[in-house]
């Protein structure tokens, strides 16, 4: 049979996770965490399931876990999402994207998409029969041109997606790129899909502004996060989306048909756990000794780095080491070196090479100084 998606292979992470096995590589590729979930949050699993949580939850996601949600968007970003009509849990976020992007896209729509741009967007847009409309970062900090996006807006742009703290490239947008964007779109019936599935991983001084933080983003957005960045557990699989009580009705229609609903006893166990605000209060600086120890173990070599902004990835240049296209580099890294990263050019749709790579810093520090080590003899 022909092939819907005739120009996607398997994805950069499970080619660069599979390298890294194959080769004993330290794997600073793909992104989880090398470290465990905490202990109480692993009882409180296995709690819910002896107690017999073992059947579908609802459809929407359990009710505990929504209204911890709504408590915990009200605390971070001042806004309580109504959690019967405004908040869905989902199969990690990458369902919650799927239903988002599936609910608004029809055959012709066009989707603006900042690049480099993590990769589930562009095939399930394209699936729905839409066309992504690429605009680039702009270098060398990867800013959003606003007036670019403008430029390339059209009678048929559906929706606008976002990604901030950004991945890969670590940038964090600010209130202006948000109240720009709210500008762009004010009178169009555009929408926008903000994926924050790095929101309590920010550095610095800097602060995540969410989308629920603008008035008039909020009204037109999906915004979405992950349960498995910000409590270690991306095995699980756990996500959420939050948006206005039509887009919710509209996302709910998807998810109903793409899993009906999420993993019970994950969810009850997530709702008790955020309880712990302590724990995404305290992530920031959990991740951001991590950056720090990585960032100083790369002065010891001839790859160059700025400091991360925010996710648990750090960009690094190595056009000092080798002219290599950015995909070999990476193959003779993970084989030669014996250090696993991702190059950058995967998250170009024309696969542009600008000598970048990106390395996961969620690891112990044992991991981070032994690939360290590594680095600083090239
Ligand atoms: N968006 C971005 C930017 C991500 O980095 C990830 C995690 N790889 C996801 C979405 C998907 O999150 P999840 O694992 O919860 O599906
Ligand atoms: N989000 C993770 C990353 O960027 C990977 C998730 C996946 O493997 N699909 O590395």
Redesign the pocket.
């Known amino acids: 049979p022909s092939s819907k998606l005739p120009d996607f292979g398997a994805?950069i992470?499970?080619v660069m996770?599979g390298l890294a096995n194959e080769y004993k590589a330290i794997n600073l590729?793909?992104?989880?965490p090398d470290f465990n979930c905490p202990e109480s949050l692993m009882q409180l699993v296995t709690k819910y399931m002896h107690a017999g949580f073992n059947q579908y939850a609802p459809m929407a996601g359990m009710p505990q876990l929504r209204e911890k949600i709504s408590l915990k968007t009200e605390r971070m970003y001042g806004y309580r999402p109504n959690p019967d009509t405004e908040v869905t849990v989902t199969t990690g976020a990458?369902e919650a994207l799927n239903a988002a992007i599936t609910a608004m896209v029809k055959p012709g729509d066009e989707v603006v998409i900042l690049e480099p741009s993590?990769?589930?967007y562009v095939p399930v847009i394209r699936l729905c029969g839409g066309s992504p409309i690429y605009v680039p970062l702009a270098l060398p900090d990867f800013h959003v041109d606003w007036g670019l996006v403008k430029r390339r807006l059209s009678s048929r742009t559906r929706l606008i997606i976002i990604n901030t703290p950004h991945?890969?490239t670590g940038a964090v947008m600010t209130k202006e790129d948000m109240d720009r964007l709210a500008n762009l779109i004010d009178g169009t019936d555009i929408m926008v899909v903000s994926d924050e599935v790095y929101e309590h991983m920010v550095f610095d001084d800097k602060q995540h502004y969410s989308a629920l933080q603008q008035p008039l983003l909020r009204e037109r957005s999906f915004v979405i996060s992950s349960f498995g960045k910000t409590y270690h557990t991306?095995g699980w699989k756990v996500g959420y989306a939050v948006a206005p009580p039509p887009l919710t009705n509209e996302l709910r229609k998807m998810h109903q048909y793409i899993t009906f609903c999420t993993a019970t006893p994950f969810q009850l166990a997530l709702a008790d756990f955020m309880e712990e605000e302590a724990h995404y209060l305290n992530l920031p600086n959990f991740y951001q000794a991590k950056r720090d120890l990585f960032y100083d173990l790369l002065r010891n070599s001839r790859f160059e780095a700025s400091p991360s902004s925010g996710t648990y990835?750090q960009l690094v240049k190595y056009d000092k080491v080798s002219d290599a296209y950015d995909l070999d580099f990476a193959r003779h890294l993970t084989k030669e070196v014996g250090v696993a990263a991702?190059p950058v050019s995967a998250f170009y749709h024309d696969k542009t090479d600008h000598k970048y790579l990106r390395f996961?810093f969620a690891k112990s520090e044992d991991t981070l100084r032994a690939a360290g080590e590594k680095l600083a003899v090239l």
């Open positions: 994805s992470f499970s996770s590729s793909q992104g989880f990458t993590y990769d589930s991945n890969p991306t990835f991702i996961c």
